[in-house]
């Protein structure tokens, strides 16, 4: 970072003795100017607060401190303890993430597109992983209800940080009481965790989470701003401040053997697209770093084959320049920095207003075929432990006709075999019960129409 | 980088004493009501910018400014707001702003912004003054007013220089674009 020449800080400090410190972070002084103004108007509320309980304040000496909090590079909304996104304002906090503009501009260019929409479900689910302030659905959820009043909201947000749990729920409940409106609820849980992995960590796999919370298992719209930082680019891209004072579990994933520098950027990403067509979410906005990790994500839910278009969004998706769609039909609309990656499939298509989808059934035929092109719902990987039950797992796509029975059977089937699954892992927690699951029924189709039958053990 | 610039652009605003006598000699002051429509702006016709500098945005960088820039394609007019935290409440003081300046292009002196200044005087004028200075937070109002820290809607000391016509700054293009926090 250049210095900054002197006669720049003799006129920083003629027009006020603050100022000089501030220009350390600000760069300018037009920039210092509003801080300091931003920074006196916060003491003058905390005296004004702290008057009415019959306290008094130094004004000067806590102006003085939070100016030098902020010349050592605190960032200004960890001091002053909110952040504005869109029309909103959200209390932020150090230890949990401060909410971005782009990732706001975002948001706001998906509602946009929503809130047109002929139709749109009466009860709309929007989960939101990674939620750390609560700012995404917080977000989607004024501008939408700003737009519509005939969709009930029912939003789930997910986050492995308690800290960021607590203040994800303080913002909701702020939320809530200004608007009060839909259904809001957070979990803990992890969503990088294999639901089938040991489970040693105190949090729970996202599904097993859903499961233990009685939270329904299927989600419309899919949204997260995951960590997606890979190490090299956190000490080479981000600014000293980022690094010096905001979580680096909200930035940068988990390392994980044998993974390269770029994998472990991108390490959310397969999980979350696997989520996605976990609760069938017709809609999936992710947040990425840049065009090669767009790329990188457009490509992997490309192959997964469920959805009907893929775009990559700028940072200002809203303004209309859209470059022909390159390489698997992909467009990328906006100006700016690649932002984010929009999926679609199934209805998600006439909620977006685009053009293309999918009749119902070839909808469920690709959903249920995709399950044999990820890891965990590899069929081949049934029965890796002794003790588990072997579900007849079609190898084969069934035919048209029998499409949408088999696909609903493979859907149970597989339910049946996580659950077994999780009673296996907590066998040694105390925790495990032995009452029969639903799914372990499965649906036959006979000349006396369906029929269920009960698995054999 | 300088700060000059933002001094160039006062003339454009007649609130010198000069004026508003003149307007006090010659022009019976017009009640609010008969005040021209605001010019309508047309998206076609503007371009918006966020200014934040170049640089990887998103998780990377964890920016204060809001700065929010507006051309008018067909004037040629230059908006500049950067006054609050909130870019929602800067984009549409710029636009504001920028009304008030084509319509000053366009009236000259019937345009609603002279006229009110003409009625504007002494006490109303530190009233106006005010009501600038709300628009300034407006926005950050949003939400309670009951948390005691946190929250930055004081009614805040301005620093003088940035008081009303410091707020904002105008200017024509070819007129050396200012670059905004240079790195
Ligand atoms: C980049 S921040 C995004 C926060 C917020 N959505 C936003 O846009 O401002 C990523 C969040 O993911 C959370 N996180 C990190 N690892 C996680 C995991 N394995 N499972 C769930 N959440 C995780 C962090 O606590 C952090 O709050």
Known sequence: MPRIGNSLLRKAHALDPFLPALLAPCRDIHAAQNELRWLRQHVDRVAKARRARGDTLAKGSLLRQLVSERASGKPLQYILGTEYFGDLEIRCRSGVLIPRQDTAASVTNLVRLLRDAQKLPPELRLLDLCTGTGCVPLLFRHELYTARDDVDLHILGVDVSPKALKLAHYNMQRAHRSMPRGKMRLIRADVVLNPFADQDGDALPLKVALNHSGLPPFWDILVSNPPYISPSNYWTTTTRSVRGYEPKLALVPPSIASQSDTEQGDLFYPRLLEIARDVEAKIVLLEVADLDQAQRVAQRAHNLSIFD????????????????????????????????????????????????????????????????????????????????????????????????????????????????????????????????????????????????????? | MSILPRLRLLPSHASTPFNILRAFTTTPPLPAKSLPPRPTLHDADLIEKFLHGSGPGGQKINKTSSAVQLKHIPTGIVVKYQDTRSRTVNRKMARKILQEKIEEMELGEGARTRIKQREVSGKKRSAEKKRRRKYRKLGEVEGEREREEGIEYGGGELDGINEVEGAKEVESVGDGAKKEGEK
């Open chain 1, 309 to 457: 278009g893929i775009e990559i969004w700028r940072e200002r998706p809203d303004i209309n320049t859209q470059a022909p769609a390159g390489v698997d039909n992909v467009s990328i609309i906006g100006e700016g920095n690649a932002r984010s990656v929009l999926c679609w499939r199934g209805a998600g298509a006439a909620w977006l207003g685009k053009a293309t989808a999918s009749a119902g059934r070839d909808d469920a035929l690709r959903l249920f075929r995709s399950y044999g092109h990820l890891p965990h719902g590899d069929a081949s990987q049934a029965g890796t432990s002794p003790m588990e039950p072997q579900f007849d797992w079609p190898t084969t796509p069934p035919s048209e006709q029998d499409l949408p029975m088999a696909f609903h059977n493979a859907r149970i089937a597989r339910r049946s075999r996580d659950r077994f699954r999780e009673r296996l892992s907590r066998r040694g927690t105390g925790l495990w019960t032995d009452h029969p699951y639903p799914e372990d029924y499965y649906f036959i189709r006979t000349s006396f129409g369906l029929q269920k039958r009960r698995r054999k053990p």
